[in-house]
C-alpha cells in the first residue's frame, strides 16, 4: 500500500515541477513545507522525503497510531488514547466510505472464553467513542481474539503489556 | 516371515507414539495402596506388541489411588497359569497382585487374560479373559486397569476414557496451525479431527462422547460448530453478529448453553439444538459467559464480572423462559472463572487467583470450602475425568503449552508433555458404552 502512495507523491511532484510559477500552491500541498520561495532543486527533494496527500500514512500524523494499550482486565481508554481515537473518528467522519476493524486483544492471563469477551468490550470502547463522534456504525467492525494471537510471546509483564490491546486496522492497508 | 515383519512394524509404530508423548509424575501420594502388576506371559514371537503390565501400572499410578511396584523389583515374577507364592509377597507388604498373559490366536487377535489377586487373604477377586487386535490392545490394557480399579476402590475407573485438547503448531514463517485432537486418556494414541489456521478453541463433548463442539474463527470470527468424531462432518449451529462463544451441551444433549454478544454485551443462551430456539438467560450490562451446567440440566454455574472481578454465579433455568436471579458462588480470591462440574454435582472446578498467579482450585458445594489444587503461574481449562476423581487442565512448562492432572483431593500430580505445539484446553470425555 505504501507503494501506491509513494507512487501517487511522484505523480504530484512532477504536477508541482510542472506549475514553479505559482510557489503558494505549492506549499499549501506540500504540507507546510519550508521551501515557498527556494530553488527548484531543493523544492524536489522536500517532497520526495516525507511528502503524503493522505494524513493516514503521514508517520506524524495521531493517525499513524493504530494500537491501543489497556490495563489488566480493564477496558478503560486512557486520556492520551482518547485523542488519538478522537483523531480516528475526525478522519472517518470525513472519509464514509473508509471502514476500519476494531481487533480486542488480552493477554495470555485467566481464562479464554473470559478474555474473549474482555477482548470483546475494548474493541467496543474504542468503538462507543467513535460512534459518539458521528462515525458511521457500518464503519466499524468489532472482532475479539481475546488472548489467541499474541504479539509479543513472553511470559511476563513486557509481554502481557503489548498483548492488552485494540488494533485499528483500515480495510486495505 | 510375514508376520515376523509385522509385528516390527507395529513395534516401531508404538515406539514412535512414545516418543510422541511424555508423562511426569510430579507428585505422588504417599499412602496409596501397595500393588504389583507382574509382566504379563507372552509365548509369542519376537517380542509383545505391547507391555499390558506397564500400561497399566502407569494408569492405576496416574490415578494417585496406587502405587505400583516397579516392573524390575517384581522377582522372581509370578507366571500365568502357575500358583502365586502369596506368603513371598505377603513379606514385601504387596496388598495386591495382577497375574496376566497375552496369547496370540490367529492373525491380528489376541487374547488377553488376568487374574487380580488379595495378597493377604489369599484369594482371587477377579479375573477376565478379553479378545483384542493389535490396534486395541492400549484399550484393552486400560479397561484391565478400569476392572481392577473398580474391583478395588467401588468407584468406576477412568483409564478407558478420551481426552480431546487444542495444539496450536507454529511453523518457520511464523504461521500458526490450531488443531483440535482427541487421544486415549493417558495422552496416546493422538488423532486430529478438525484442522485451521484460525483459532480453534472451547472443545466441549456431548454426553454421548459422539460429538464435539467447539468454536472457530475459520470464516474469520467466532462461530460455533459441533463435529461428529466418526464421520468427521460439522455443522455450524451459531453464527450470530459478534460472540458466538463458550459451548456446553446440556446433561441430555438436545441443547446447547453458549455466550452471544449479539444484544449488545456478552449474555447466557440456550440454544435448542432441534428447533433451534433461543433462551436468554443473562440480562447484565457485565461480561456473563463460560456457562457450565448442573447435571439435572435445572441450573447453570457461569463467570460475570458484574460485581467488578471474574467470579462464579449460578442461575436457574425457568421452564417459562421468565427472568431468574443470578446468585454468587465464589468469595475468596478476586479472580475465579471457567467453571467445571464434577460428574455428581459435588464440586465446582476453577481458575483461581488469589494474590499471584493463577491456579486451579476445587469449591466443595456442600459446605462451600473452596481448596487450591495446584501453584503452577499459568493455569486454566480445568476438566473433570467422567469419575470425579481427577481433573485434568492446561499449564504452562518452560515456555509451551502442556497439560496437567491433579487428583480431586490435591494430592496426586502429572504432566503430560507433548512433543509438537503448544497444548491447551483439555476436555475429558465422559464414560463411553459403545466400541
Avoid at chain 2, 486397569?145 to 487444542?166: C, P
Wanted: charged share 20%; net charge neutral; glycine share 8%.
Amino acid at each position: 500500500m505504501r507503494i501506491r502512495y509513494l507512487v501517487l507523491s511522484l505523480l504530484m511532484s512532477s504536477l508541482l515541477i510542472g506549475c514553479q510559477s505559482s510557489p503558494k500552491k505549492s506549499t499549501d500541498v506540500a504540507n507546510g513545507s519550508k521551501s515557498a520561495g527556494t530553488t527548484d532543486q531543493r523544492f524536489g527533494a522536500d517532497t520526495g522525503g516525507g511528502f503524503s496527500g493522505d494524513p493516514l500514512t503521514n508517520p506524524a500524523s495521531p493517525l499513524a497510531k493504530r494500537v491501543l494499550y489497556f490495563d489488566f482486565d480493564s477496558s478503560e481508554v486512557s486520556a492520551e488514547d482518547r485523542s488519538i481515537i478522537a483523531a480516528h473518528a475526525e478522519y472517518l467522519t470525513k472519509n464514509p466510505n473508509v471502514s476500519v476493524i476494531l481487533e480486542g486483544h488480552t493477554d495470555e492471563r485467566g481464562s479464554r472464553e473470559y478474555n474473549i469477551a474482555l477482548g470483546e468490550r475494548r474493541a467496543k470502547a474504542v468503538q462507543q467513542l467513535m460512534l459518539l463522534q458521528g462515525v458511521g456504525q457500518k464503519q466499524l467492525q468489532v472482532i475479539s481474539f481475546g488472548e489467541e494471537r499474541p504479539v509479543a510471546l513472553g511470559h511476563d509483564e513486557a509481554a502481557w503489556r503489548l498483548n492488552r490491546r485494540v488494533e485499528i486496522l483500515y480495510s486495505g492497508k | 516371515m510375514l508376520r515376523k515383519l509385522i509385528f516390527m512394524g507395529v513395534f516401531l509404530l508404538a515406539a514412535q507414539a512414545r516418543a510422541e508423548l511424555t508423562i511426569d509424575i510430579t507428585q505422588t501420594v504417599e499412602g496409596a495402596t501397595p500393588i504389583a502388576i507382574a509382566p504379563f506371559t507372552w509365548t509369542g514371537q519376537p517380542s509383545a506388541p505391547e507391555n499390558i503390565a506397564a500400561i497399566i501400572a502407569a494408569d492405576l499410578k496416574r490415578s494417585g489411588r496406587f502405587a505400583p511396584l516397579p516392573e524390575a523389583d517384581i522377582q522372581p515374577a509370578p507366571q500365568w497359569g502357575q500358583p502365586l507364592q502369596f506368603p513371598v509377597w505377603q513379606a514385601r507388604k504387596i496388598n495386591d497382585m495382577v497375574v496376566g498373559s497375552l496369547q496370540m490366536r490367529g492373525p491380528d487377535q489376541y487374547v488377553v487374560q488376568f487374574q487380580l489377586f488379595d495378597v493377604k487373604q489369599g484369594t482371587q477377586l477377579t479375573g477376565y479373559s478379553i479378545t483384542s487386535q493389535t490396534s486395541h490392545l492400549r484399550k484393552t490394557a486400560h479397561q484391565i486397569s478400569d476392572l481392577i480399579y473398580q474391583t478395588l476402590t467401588g468407584e468406576r475407573g477412568a483409564s478407558d476414557t478420551h481426552i480431546a485438547y487444542v495444539t496450536v503448531v507454529t511453523d518457520k514463517g511464523g504461521h500458526r496451525s490450531y488443531n483440535l485432537s482427541i487421544a486415549d486418556a493417558d495422552g496416546f494414541n493422538e488423532q486430529i479431527i478438525y484442522s485451521s489456521s484460525q483459532p480453534v478453541l472451547s472443545p466441549t463433548w456431548s454426553p454421548d462422547g459422539q460429538e464435539l463442539a467447539y468454536v472457530s474463527y475459520t470464516r474469520g470470527r467466532p462461530e460455533l460448530y459441533i463435529q461428529n468424531i466418526q464421520t468427521r462432518i460439522a455443522k455450524r449451529v451459531s453464527a450470530f453478529p459478534g460472540l458466538n462463544n463458550a459451548p456446553a451441551f446440556s446433561p441430555d444433549g438436545r441443547q446447547l448453553a453458549l455466550t452471544l454478544s449479539k444484544d449488545g454485551n456478552p449474555e447466557i443462551y440456550i440454544l435448542d439444538l432441534a428447533s433451534n430456539h433461543l433462551q436468554r438467560l443473562t440480562y447484565n450490562y457485565a461480561i456473563d459467559t463460560e456457562p457450565a451446567w448442573m447435571p439435572d440440566g435445572r441450573s447453570i454455574i457461569f463467570t460475570s464480572d458484574r460485581g467488578g472481578s471474574p467470579q462464579l454465579y449460578q442461575i436457574a433455568i425457568s421452564r417459562t423462559g421468565q427472568k431468574t436471579r443470578a446468585r454468587r458462588l465464589t468469595f475468596e480470591g478476586n479472580y475465579n472463572a471457567r467453571a467445571a462440574i464434577s460428574p455428581k454435582g459435588t464440586h465446582v472446578a476453577m481458575v483461581n487467583r488469589n494474590g499471584k498467579g493463577f491456579h486451579i482450585a476445587v469449591l466443595d458445594l456442600k459446605n462451600q470450602y473452596l481448596t487450591v489444587l495446584t501453584d503452577n503461574p499459568l493455569d486454566e481449562s480445568p476438566s473433570f475425568s467422567p469419575n470425579g476423581q481427577m481433573i485434568i487442565y492446561a499449564t504452562e512448562n518452560a515456555g509451551k503449552g502442556i497439560l496437567a492432572e491433579v487428583s480431586i483431593d490435591g494430592r496426586a500430580h502429572q504432566r503430560l508433555r507433548f512433543q509438537r505445539g503448544d497444548v491447551r484446553e483439555p476436555t475429558w470425555s465422559p464414560f463411553m458404552n459403545s466400541n
